[in-house]
């Protein structure tokens, strides 16, 4: 291995670590969705994992494909900047979403009691919500849609620091080195964000949060709308 290959390797590494950890696009929405929608910890790190996959494999081929054509690591760094105002601007957009649908579900959820009087005079009242099979139709197809649209959205979302790491082995013609390089920034930018994402959602297994259980998906469409804005307005 060659010392050029060798300080690659290491920059990737702090790099793709420093990169996820300070990006809370990274694993916020892995945080909260889990959190709200009760995913299991095998679900929760699939999800993760392929979002994350997906993260890294959109740069490394549109990397590899500028290479190919000689396009200048500017005009490939703008093209990851325009990919992360789309990712970001879908962020929002999901983040919004989900907050109008967890208020909707949290006023139908609101318990409240009904009096009953049958035919003998004997009354009685019962308590209940307005959350129905209706309702629960379209929870299960939003459990299936919501992975699919992090999914998306992380397609988008861009690995900036990736290709400027890229452009030394792929002008070589180094293939050793293009895998290398990518399979080390990507291992540790996943094994960050499914560190993050854990460490976090224990942290959210409180007694003062599971008392809000009727708000969960709304603050978690609230907080991930949150992380986009922030992403989007304050560069993070």
Sequence with gaps: MSPEISALLIAAVSIGFLHTLFGPDHYVPFVMLSWSRKWSKAKTAA??????LGHIL??????LVGVALGVALERLELIESTRGTIAAWLLIAFGLAYTVWGIRRA??????????IHGAGDTHE???????????VHEDEGKTVTPWALFIIFIFGPCEPLIPLLIYPAARKSVAGVALVS???GAVTIATMMAAVFLMRAGLSLKVLNRAERYTHAIAGLTILTCGLMIQFLGL
């Design 107 to 116: 006023v139908l959820r609101k318990p409240h009691r009904h009096v009953h």
């Design 183 to 185: 399979l080390t920034f």
């Design 58 to 63: 959109s740069s490394i081929v549109l990397g």
């Design 47 to 52: 999800i993760t994992f392929a979002c994350g």
């Design 126 to 136: 019962h308590e209940h919500v307005h959350d129905g099979s209706h309702a629960h």
